[in-house]
């Protein structure tokens, strides 16, 4: 390394440079979010022979598939009506009507879910026009559903794009609510939850409570589905007839705030009960789901599922010396960071640095209100609508334990020096981890287990041998 690098590479590292990082304005760099309809692709995957259609640019329909594929490490199906210059010019009417046509020519969807890029919004693109046009010319039969949602690349995020395509799949699919058919289901909303293990674990929690339940959507057989030697476009997802019937449910909960609002509105406005909780992570999120769901049968929970919680606290209190007091900082979404901000509380640990890129008023008001009812909360501070390079200054000139966040961390960690535990999304560096819950009782001791070995992990790869112990 030459001097004038090194002297650089130096300053980055100084508070001088952190006060003018922390003071631009117009430059975002690496931002802790996607683009909306990243969030579309992902929620229209979830649908029973769903096929997500990007109104849009070939270019950005490979980048939403690639990063969910890199993730999952399996296949996404997804098609685009590849607009190009002249769409920008004269429109995507045309991109539209044949790529629909030649959509379900080949790949026969129960339903295309249609959401647009950035170019298709900047031209003003009027995509439930253009799709009474398709029907009109015969492009798709008139009794195939499309459900339609407005998804601009340059405003909100993925968890934005997953809530207005939930609400386009619903406003599509659902019957109107009447009185004397309400069924006696509980409709649960996972939010935009890429562990596949997490909806399975609600799955399992669901079953075990007897409760009469649809999961909207489920991407769980979707995004990891058996490897039996044959493929299958649609695998899994939420049955259509249960879509259908999805505004006479006896009730909604959504378990994720902020990947939900205009989904819930809209339910609202159609008189359908609905409650949203903090995803639950930790063991008081999942207490509150479990007495959510308890109140909605009105039966006892299951000593199963007490058994569970138990266990779960066992494991706390087994390794709770190792995360006490240590410091920590954090990125990633909304409802993510607050499950998991919750149980670093629960078991000591002291968050300091918490960066939300796409955070909203809502969020940060209820982010500051749990790190005030702690006392290992005091010495946090949110930092909404910051990015990981702002992370990165505050990593090296006010050092913590350990990062947790998604994989784009992984450099701010590095140049810290501290281990970065990988929650969220997108995880592309390390293998099946969506394969693990780190939702409910049983997502509590996950945690801990990545969480204590990681740290117990740098310890022993700094010891000397006379602190290299067996017994840690």
């Known amino acids: 390394m030459d001097t004038c690098t090194k002297v650089t590479k130096e300053w980055l590292n100084t508070q001088e440079y952190r006060d003018k990082n922390f003071a631009r304005e117009k430059l975002v760099i690496n931002p802790a979010k996607a ?5 579309a692709l992902f929620c229209a995957l979830g649908i029973e022979g769903s096929l997500p259609f990007v109104h849009g ?12 594929s890199r993730h999952y490490r399996e296949p996404v199906a997804a098609v685009s009506d590849s607009m190009t210059e002249d769409s920008a010019v004269f429109g995507g009417q045309s991109n539209l009507i044949e790529g629909l046509k030649n959509a379900n020519a080949l790949y026969s969807p129960k339903v295309i879910a249609m959401f647009t ?63 004397d058919k309400i069924n006696d289901r509980l409709y649960v909303v996972p939010g935009f939850d ?26 769980s057989d979707v995004l990891d589905a058996p490897n039996l030697g044959t493929y299958e476009l649609y695998p899994g997802g939420t049955p259509i007839t249960e879509m259908n019937d999805a505004l006479n449910a006896a009730s ?23 409650e949203a ?23 006892e929970v299951p000593e199963e599922i007490t058994l569970e919680r138990g266990r779960s606290i066992d494991a706390m209190t087994d390794a709770h010396q190792y ?16 499950g998991v901000v919750s149980f670093l509380l629960e078991m000591g640990g002291e968050p300091v640095h918490i960066v939300c890129t796409n955070s909203t008023p809502l969020f940060k008001k209820a982010m500051e209100s749990l790190l005030a009812s702690n006392p290992y909360g005091q010495g946090a501070t949110l930092y909404a609508g910051k990015d990981l390079w702002h992370l990165r200054s505050l990593l090296v000139t006010e050092p913590v334990d350990m ?31 969506h394969r693990y819950p780190i939702i409910g009782y049983s997502g509590v001791i996950n945690l801990i287990t990545m969480i204590v070995n990681t740290f117990l992990e740098e310890k022993d790869r700094t010891s000397t041998d006379t602190y290299f112990e067996m017994m840690r």
């Open 35 to 39: 683009c909306q309809p990243l969030g």
């Open 323 to 338: 995360i006490h007091g240590k410091k920590f900082a954090l990125f990633g979404d909304p409802d993510v960071l607050i």
């Open 194 to 219: 890429t562990y596949t293990a997490n909806l399975r674990e609600y799955k399992r929690l669901l079953k075990v409570m007897d409760t009469p339940y649809t999961l909207l959507p489920d991407q």
């Open 403 to 433: 990062l947790i966040g998604d994989s784009h961390g992984k450099w701010a960690a590095r140049d810290a020096n501290i281990p970065l535990v990988r929650v969220g999304f997108p995880i592309t560096d390390r293998v099946n981890l």
């Open 57 to 68: 640019s070939q270019g950005c329909a490979a980048y939403f598939r690639s990063t969910l």
């Open 277 to 299: 909780i903090s995803m639950p992570i930790g063991i008081a999120g999942t207490d509150k789901f479990i007495e959510s769901v308890a109140k909605f049968t009105g039966k």
């Open 252 to 274: 909604f909960l959504c378990l994720q705030t902020y990947s939900t609002p205009t989904t819930r509105k809209y339910l609202a406005s159609k008189e359908v009960p609905v």
């Open 117 to 179: 890029s950035c170019m298709a919004e900047v031209i003003g693109d009027d995509i439930k026009a253009y799709l009474g046009n398709a029907k009109e010319q015969e492009a798709i039969p008139q009794d195939l559903p499309v459900a339609l949602a407005n998804t601009p690349s340059f405003k909100g995020s993925h968890i934005t794009g997953y809530d207005t395509m939930l609400k386009g799949l619903i406003e599509c699919l659902a019957t109107p609510r009447q009185a």
